[in-house]
């Protein structure tokens, strides 16, 4: 059975990719025949194997992918024969698994979406969690997944202004819960991730509000217009920056391909995902310092302060200090994806250290 298939929804992974794989297998075989399923996937055999009885005690609380795996669980009980797994390496010239590769790579590329049924019977749908396996987080967990958000009217405004305009450069329409993920995004800081949390529940006046500071104008096209010149344009173009844009900045994600087939596929694939870190923080920290000036100016017009406003030569020394960059770097045009050094938050890895004899 050789199946290109595309998978449906607008968010995708390898490991999604591996389980409806499977999933369709066996669909598709007959329930009285031996089946052997061979994989490159440890995320599919060690769910199926090893955690398969902790997440069904803790009723698939906080496990990914919970209705894919209890489809196959599904599958796989209602079978008479035997049901084996294999694992195999990857990308180690196997027949089976490059086929599987290319199959999975001309399935991401087709037009047309197909349908993957994952239903399962009630009778072999186990609810609820084992008391003696709960704790309070777990419940706590549980909790939080039936709790229903009613979200005010202009966060609903801000969450679908920030789902457009990332779609705009992923072509991925981001849920409202990806979104809010996306705040704590690993690469953006502290206080990035606040300031983006709080501007999507309208917390903040922000936008045409801004419009009416007298001077701010070309203050904030100064500190996008550095962010700009040091995104290397190899990689993408730079993105016009909205409104949505920053407030999804953690969701920025460069497209690339679905598969990796050979070194110089890796090779790239690593090249857009550091250029997808880099953008987020150039957008995020850039959107940030605009409206820590905003304040400032805010406070220096309630204050009546006659100490001037910023330079330009100051605003490029503030938004350097917060690149972590210095300006024989910034022109020499160094490569900004790879060099950690330059990347807000990101220290460059500690020497190993050496045993002292005593």
């Given amino acids: 059975m050789n199946r290109e298939i595309s998978m449906p929804g607008a968010h995708h992974s390898n490991q999604i990719g591996e389980l409806v794989a499977v999933l369709i297998a066996l669909q598709t075989a007959n329930p009285l025949t031996p089946v052997k399923i061979v994989t490159d996937s440890t995320y599919v055999i060690n769910g199926l194997n090893t955690h398969l009885d902790d997440w069904e005690n803790a009723g698939w609380i906080n496990v990914a992918n919970a209705q894919i795996f209890k489809a196959i669980v599904y599958q796989l009980r209602r079978r008479s024969a035997p049901t084996s797994f294999q694992w195999v390496k990857g990308h180690s010239q196997i027949t ?108 903040f006046r922000i936008g045409e509000f801004w419009a009416q500071i007298p001077t701010f104008g070309h203050r904030a096209k100064r500190i996008w217009d550095l962010a700009k010149n040091l995104w290397p344009n190899k990689h993408s173009p730079w993105p016009e920056p909205s409104l949505g844009l920053i407030l999804g900045s953690g969701n920025i994600s460069l497209p690339r391909n679905a598969q990796a087939h050979d070194e110089n596929d890796k090779k790239r694939a690593a090249i857009i995902k550091g250029a997808s870190r880099l953008l987020k923080i150039l957008i995020s920290e850039s959107a940030y310092l605009i409206w820590v000036v905003r304040l400032q100016l805010d406070r220096a017009t309630a204050c009546k302060s006659k100490r001037s406003t910023k330079t330009t030569s100051e605003i490029y020394n503030t938004w350097a200090d917060v690149i972590e960059i210095n300006n024989d770097k910034y022109k020499t045009g160094k490569d900004w994806v790879n060099a950690l050094e330059v990347l807000v938050g990101i220290k460059l890895p500690r020497p190993p250290q050496t045993e002292v004899s005593r």
Avoid at 174 to 189: A, Q, V
Wanted: aromatic share 8%; charged share 25%; net charge positive.
């Fill in 96 to 203: 089976g698994n490059e086929k599987a590769d290319q199959l999975a790579h001309n399935g991401a590329s087709k037009t047309t979406t197909d349908t993957i049924d994952t239903y399962v019977p009630r009778n072999f749908d186990l609810q609820g969690t084992k008391l003696s396996k709960i704790n309070q987080k777990t419940a706590y967990n549980a909790l939080m997944i039936k709790k229903h958000i009613d979200y005010k009217r202009p966060t609903l405004g801000m969450l679908d202004i920030t789902r457009y305009a990332v779609e705009t450069l992923t072509t991925t329409l981001e849920t409202d819960e990806t979104i809010w993920r996306g705040c704590r995004n690993n690469n953006l800081s502290k206080k990035v991730q606040i300031f983006l949390y709080k501007t999507l529940n309208n917390v």
